[in-house]
């Protein structure tokens, strides 16, 4: 028993006039009840022996022409399986062709909660290789098994709530949930610019770059002792003329149109070869349950093979080149992995079109804005206490060295192939081209770093905003977070300098030794087992453990860009032209926001370090340098993971006296990160108590 409750922008239809009921055989039939006000049509109903069905269509009332969502009831009676594992598979592979959203609930009678059960195994797999999610995880029925189901395909299902079972009405329990219907069409049919790059468009792209560069940029043969001589004016001069000539040669071989983006498949393994083999498949099964001969069945047995070897073979290739071509994108893999294992939707979340670039643009700032004033107001602010824990170093790093082609060629071809929209060529061209125009690219580098100034190109960002968990509501602002996309020039520019200052990190030891953020041989898996380890050592040892896990908001961008400089040049031993590098990095930046095919106006970025930089993360693990320190005058145990800070304390049963050294160190901390315009999340901050 299944009661949907339909969201038409924001309105629940909470009652039910309507019925309509098909019934076949003594103990099945189904039936559908909804309200008259939905544009909801009865669909033209396959038969089959091994189970019935009742499909419906459901429309957006204002985007009638819009592909509908397909409402379907089932009921599979008890007994053998082989032929309904044949027919629903037939059925679902007709379903997902004439729509992208469906809802399929009712009673299958298969124990979906029994894992070793062979019938439950391979409908899961037959769900799995079409795309199909099963959303109840609770018994519903009388003795205690998985039943009655609810199979999504390209929409999401929220509030799904299993009731006890009432004996009087069923020994089934009654199983609700809720989807919003919005208006897919207008989603869908965003406009996007795209070209189309051909083997013809790449080589007349050739043909041009390189004597065009060569006689429009006399800054592209400077020798190196020549570099010390260069302004930041020719600097920018030599950077916006490689980027002008770069986008207007692209213009001119290979036009931007304008296109309306499709929804994606999602099923896209699913193709014309596989569909093609279903349907000889199907014809088939048919010619012989008509003949009812054995070579007619041994036909048909051995097409279904071929078709299932074919759909894996199909689903695997996809996935396994999906992986190669992004085997440098660690963010998409492991949402790739989320998805494979279910513990991720399978659909990515949209910014609705409600939200406008400057409805984030303006959330960003005034967030930033607002946790500056509440700590500037709840504790006055010392910059000297910011910078006391430290005391000028000897060892310095007052000077980067210019880099060679050899060097140069091996990180742009090791760095992840991504485009941002302030690129002038898609970076994949770049590194096609980059023969041809390595030589600028290395001048341009080599002047930022041998004068100490950074191109303002390469100080605008793109911010995307990106939701937080995909289980957060997309129409709320505060659940985003910023990332800000650099052209990739930049970022080659930031990972020279990222090896550089490590290389001075490392030599010198100047790493704090419990932080694993963003370091080398050091990751969420390291931080995990030393606070495991460390905290079951103590448990063997008879004690109990108080885990505090503190967490800071938005932290990357309320960095004090001030107290920054001067922990770079006291406590890292950052001066002379490297320094005023940084200065100029983090100086006169600029970001807007853009989403829905609309930017936002440009904004000045007067604090943090951007996330979704190459520097950003190195840079604010050197701004949290004092606080181990802080910590270890007070005895604590404690690991970092960028702004993620763990304290643990150990202490035999009853004696709680520690627990005064572990507040002096909270208070401590909190005073610091006040005076370095960090806040602490109480609300987010949790505390956790582990015994023998």
Aim: charged fraction near 20%.
């Amino acid at each position: 028993m299944t009661a949907v409750s339909e969201s038409l922008k924001g309105a629940e239809n909470v009652m039910f006039l309507r019925l309509i009921v098909k019934r076949r055989r003594v103990g099945g039939g189904v039936a559908a009840i909804f309200h008259t006000s939905l544009l909801i049509n009865e669909r033209p109903r396959q038969t089959f022996n091994s189970f019935e069905s009742l499909m419906l269509s459901l429309v957006h009332p204002s985007c009638k022409t819009q592909k509908p969502v397909l409402l379907v009831i089932i009921y599979r009676p008890p007994g053998p399986y082989t032929e309904f594992l044949s027919d629903f598979s037939d059925f679902l592979s007709d379903l997902v062709l004439s729509s992208d959203k469906i809802i399929i609930v009712g009673d299958f009678n298969i124990h979906v909660d029994a894992k070793n059960d062979s019938l439950n195994i391979a409908f899961n797999l037959l769900l799995d290789s079409i795309g199909f999610s099963q959303n109840v995880k609770e018994p519903t029925h009388h003795f205690n098994h998985t039943l009655d189901l609810v199979l999504t395909y390209g929409i999401e299902t929220e509030h799904l709530t299993v009731f006890p079972e009432n004996p009087l009405l069923s020994d089934h329990f009654l199983i609700t949930f809720t989807f919003t219907i919005i208006d897919y069409t207008a989603v869908e049919s965003r406009l996007y610019q795209s070209r189309c790059l051909s083997e013809s468009a790449v080589t007349k792209f050739k043909n041009i770059i390189h004597p065009l560069l060569s006689s429009s940029m006399p800054c592209t043969n400077i020798e190196q002792s020549s570099y010390l001589n260069a302004t930041p004016t020719e600097v920018d001069y030599l950077v916006n003329n490689f980027t002008f000539s770069l986008r207007t040669t692209l213009d001119t071989v290979a036009h931007v149109k304008t296109k309306a983006s499709n929804p994606k498949s999602l099923t896209p393994w699913y193709n014309s070869q596989t569909r093609g083999l279903k349907q000889i498949t199907r014809k088939l099964e048919r010619k012989w349950r008509v003949t009812n001969l054995e070579d007619h069945h041994l036909a048909w047995r051995n097409s279904l093979l071929l078709y299932k070897k074919a759909l894996r073979k199909a689903r695997t290739s996809y996935y396994s080149s999906l992986i190669e071509e992004n085997k440098n994108n660690r963010r998409f893999l492991f949402s790739t992995v989320a998805r494979l294992t279910k513990s991720q939707s399978s659909t990515e979340p949209t910014i609705p079109l409600t939200l406008t670039s400057n409805d984030f643009m303006n959330f960003f700032t005034n967030k930033i804005f607002i946790i500056r004033e509440k700590i500037t107001n709840n504790h006055p602010t010392d910059v000297t206490l910011s910078t006391a824990t430290f005391s000028t170093i000897n060892v310095k790093l007052d000077s980067f060295s210019p880099i060679d082609l050899s060097e140069l060629t091996s990180i742009i071809n090791s760095s992840k192939p991504s485009t941002c929209l302030l690129d002038p060529i898609p970076t994949k061209l770049l590194k096609e081209v980059l023969p041809l125009i390595n030589s600028s690219i290395l001048n341009m580098i080599n002047l930022s770093l041998i004068i100490g100034y950074v191109p303002q190109a390469f100080k605008v960002a793109v911010v995307k905003p990106l939701l937080k968990k995909p289980s957060l509501d997309p129409a709320v602002l505060a659940n985003y977070r910023p990332i800000s996309n650099l052209p990739f020039i930049s970022k080659i520019l930031e990972r020279v300098v990222v090896k550089q200052l490590t290389d001075h990190l490392q030599r010198n030891g100047l790493f704090e030794e419990f932080q694993s953020g963003f370091r080398a041989q050091h990751s969420t898996e390291t931080a995990l087992v030393k606070v495991t380890n460390d905290l079951l050592m103590a448990s063997d040892s008879g004690l109990i453990s108080v885990l505090v896990l503190l967490d800071l908001s938005a932290a990357f961008d309320t960095v004090d860009h001030n107290i920054l400089f001067e922990r770079l040049e006291h406590a890292v031993g950052i001066t002379g032209t490297v320094l005023q590098w940084f200065v100029s990095y983090l100086s006169n930046r600029l970001q807007f926001v853009h989403v829905n095919g609309e930017s936002s106006s440009d904004t000045k970025v007067n604090y943090g370090v951007p996330q979704g930089s190459v520097l950003g993360p190195i840079l604010f693990t050197l701004y949290m340098l004092p606080l181990g320190s802080i910590i270890r005058r007070h005895s604590i145990n404690f690991h970092c993971y960028a702004d993620d800070t763990q304290l643990y304390l150990s202490m035999k049963p009853g004696i709680t006296d520690q627990l005064v050294k572990l507040q002096e160190c909270l208070k401590d901390i909190k005073t610091w990160m006040a005076a370095n315009f960090l806040l602490l999340n109480s609300d987010k901050t949790e505390v956790i108590v582990t015994r023998p």
